[in-house]
Structures are given as structure tokens and as C-alpha cells.
């Protein structure tokens, strides 16, 4: 910079305005930092899990002389459960391979098993509830309670919001075939669908396994 | 003056195009051989701890509990391999230091909160104490 030879008018010795900066933006295609924005908000999304985990670990002990975990929790139900979920993950990862490889219809199949999973997921996730408020271990009866809820409560909702996007995306594809921005929005769901899977595996061992060692 | 910024400018939007290839399909590295080894890996160390707690396989429970956070941190890990296909490479590593900042977060979070919270419930005067007072 010092070597420039500033004149009076402003002009380099080309007789051009002087720029200090690039004027113009460089030439992002569209949708080329979309996987790396999509996984900032998984990491931020990562904390919200991380304080509602970090509630549990602190209020998962008072039980308010209600029922404690060993007491309420189903283990083989739990697993059931799990593997639900883990069977949703490796169709998943089936339909990404069959997206790849072009084969929409296979993919199709594949996305159709993942949000079957899902919807089992939920089903047993929500028969559990059920069957705790209905033994009179709500949300409302201890602080343990309540954190429980929150905690997988929060995840349920978000695998609701992931089979609704599954949806969504199964018939963009039909309509629209395996066009880039398709293509691109499967794999933010890709990402989103393993990312939950983590955060279950958090889940079952810090609340389910560990509670009921307690 | 003239030059250099340009030859700068250059490189750079080249790179960029590098980067944007390798963007098409960074997330998708897996096959399905992977993805078969990532599911049965998570099959096993999902199986392992849920038969350790419910036929009690560990007689002290807190042993039981490092060996099932133990499990649960691989196959965190494993996940992160073969299904959200992480590595020190995709997105010039940002998505690495991301993760790794996100790490620190949750461990500063966790850690403190439980700590803080155990402390202040252990040398809270117990409600008796306070009522005989």
C-alpha cells in the first residue's frame, strides 16, 4: 500500500479511480455454502440439547417423593425404540446412495421406509407418554419429571419436524425429479436425520440407562 | 498495485471454484459398505449397554455408568464417521472447528451446571435443620 504514489486526483498511474477494496462480490453459486450454514444451525441446535441435557443432569434426582426412573422406565421399550431410530438412519443413508446413483424411484422406497421408522419412532414415543401421564407421572408431578418431558419431549419434536421435511421433500421429488436443489435439500435432511440420531444416543444413556441404574 | 490484487483475485476465485466441486459432494462420501459397517457398529454398541443395565451385569453402579457413557461416546463418534460423514477436510475444515467449538460449549455447559448445581444442593441446610432452628 505505501508504494502506491497517491496523486491529487485520485487516479492511479493507469489514469484508473484508485480502489482500496473489491468492489464486487466474488461469484458464489447458489447453494454452495448451504451444507456448511445447514450445519451451523445443527451445531447450535446441538446446544439447545446440550442445556435441556444439562437441566436433566441437575434436576434428574428430585423427585419430589413421586416415582423415580427405575420405577417408570421401560428399558425393553426404550430399545425398541432405539432401534427404530437406527434402522431410520441406515435407510436414510440407502436413499442417499440410490439419490447418487440416480435411481429416484429406489430412493423413493428408501425415503418411504426412513419416514416409516420415524413414524414408529413417534408412535412409541408417544404411547410411552401416554402411559406415564395416564399412571399419574406427568410433567407436572416432580422436577425430574418435568425435565424428562422437555428433554424428550424436544427431541420427539424435532423427529416430527424431520418426517414432516421427509414429506415435503418425497413429493418435490416426484413433482420436480432429482433436480440440484432437491438434491441439496435431501442431504440437509440427511444431515438433520443423523444429527437427531445422536442426540438420542445421549438420550437413552443418560436418561434411560443411567436412570435406571439409580 | 495493479497486478498483484488481480493475480490475488484470481487464485482466490479459483480456489473457490475448487472448493464449490468438492462442495457437490462432500457430504455424501459414504458407500454402502460404510454405511453397513457404521449401522452394525451402532447395533453392537447399542445392544451392549442396554444388556448390561437391564440384566445388571455390573454389580456397582458407577462403574456400570463410565462403561455405558463410555459406549455412548464411541458410537457418537461412529455416527459422526459413517453417517454425517465428518472429517478434518469437507468445507476447508470449518465444519471440524465448528464441531469442535460446539464440543467445548456442551462440556463447559454440562460440566458447570452439574458441578454448580451439586455443590449448592449438598451445602443447602437440609428443610428439618432450618424448621428446628
Keep these: ?214 | 498495485m495493479t497486478d498483484r490484487p488481480a493475480t490475488a483475485h484470481d487464485a482466490h476465485a479459483d480456489h473457490a471454484h475448487d472448493d464449490h466441486g468438492h462442495g457437490d459432494d462432500h457430504a455424501s462420501h459414504g458407500t454402502r459398505k460404510s454405511y453397513l459397517k457404521g449401522f452394525f457398529l451402532s447395533v453392537i454398541l447399542t445392544a451392549i449397554p442396554f444388556w448390561a443395565v437391564m440384566t445388571g451385569a455390573f454389580k456397582d453402579p458407577s462403574t456400570a455408568a463410565l462403561v455405558i457413557m463410555l459406549f455412548a461416546v464411541i458410537q457418537i463418534v461412529v455416527h459422526m464417521i459413517y453417517f454425517l460423514h465428518m472429517n478434518g477436510k469437507s468445507e476447508n475444515g470449518w465444519t471440524m472447528m465448528a464441531l469442535i467449538f460446539t464440543i467445548i460449549l456442551v462440556v463447559i455447559t454440562l460440566s458447570g451446571s452439574i458441578w454448580v448445581m451439586y455443590h449448592l444442593n449438598t451445602n443447602m441446610m437440609p428443610m428439618q435443620a432450618a424448621v428446628d432452628m
Excluded at chain 1, 7 to 18: H, I, S, V
Design chain 1, 1 to 214: 500500500m505505501s508504494s502506491v504514489s497517491l496523486k491529487k486526483d485520485g487516479l492511479d498511474e493507469k489514469g484508473e479511480p484508485l480502489s482500496f477494496y473489491q468492489l464486487e462480490e466474488h461469484h458464489h453459486p447458489e447453494g454452495s455454502s448451504t451444507m456448511l450454514g445447514f450445519w451451523m444451525y445443527l451445531m447450535s441446535d446441538c446446544l439447545i440439547f446440550a442445556v435441556l441435557f444439562a437441566a436433566y443432569g441437575v434436576l434428574g434426582t428430585s423427585y419430589a417423593g413421586g416415582p423415580t426412573p427405575k420405577e417408570i422406565f421401560e428399558l425393553p421399550l426404550v430399545a425398541v425404540n432405539t432401534a427404530m431410530l437406527l434402522f431410520s438412519s441406515i435407510t436414510y443413508g440407502f436413499a442417499m446412495l440410490s439419490m447418487e446413483e440416480g435411481r429416484q424411484r429406489i430412493m423413493q422406497m428408501w425415503l418411504a421406509f426412513t419416514g416409516l421408522f420415524g413414524l414408529a419412532f413417534l408412535s412409541i414415543e408417544m404411547y410411552e407418554f401416554a402411559t406415564l401421564i395416564h399412571e399419574g407421572a406427568g410433567p407436572t408431578r416432580s422436577a425430574f419429571l418435568s425435565s424428562f418431558f422437555t428433554l424428550v419431549g424436544t427431541h420427539g419434536l424435532h423427529v416430527t419436524m424431520g418426517f414432516i421435511w421427509l414429506v415435503t421433500l418425497m413429493v418435490q421429488v416426484q413433482k420436480h425429479g432429482l433436480i440440484a436443489a432437491n438434491k441439496r435439500r435431501l442431504m440437509c435432511l440427511s444431515m438433520f436425520w443423523h444429527f437427531l440420531d445422536v442426540i438420542w444416543i445421549g438420550v437413552f444413556t443418560f436418561v434411560y440407562l443411567m436412570g435406571s441404574l439409580r
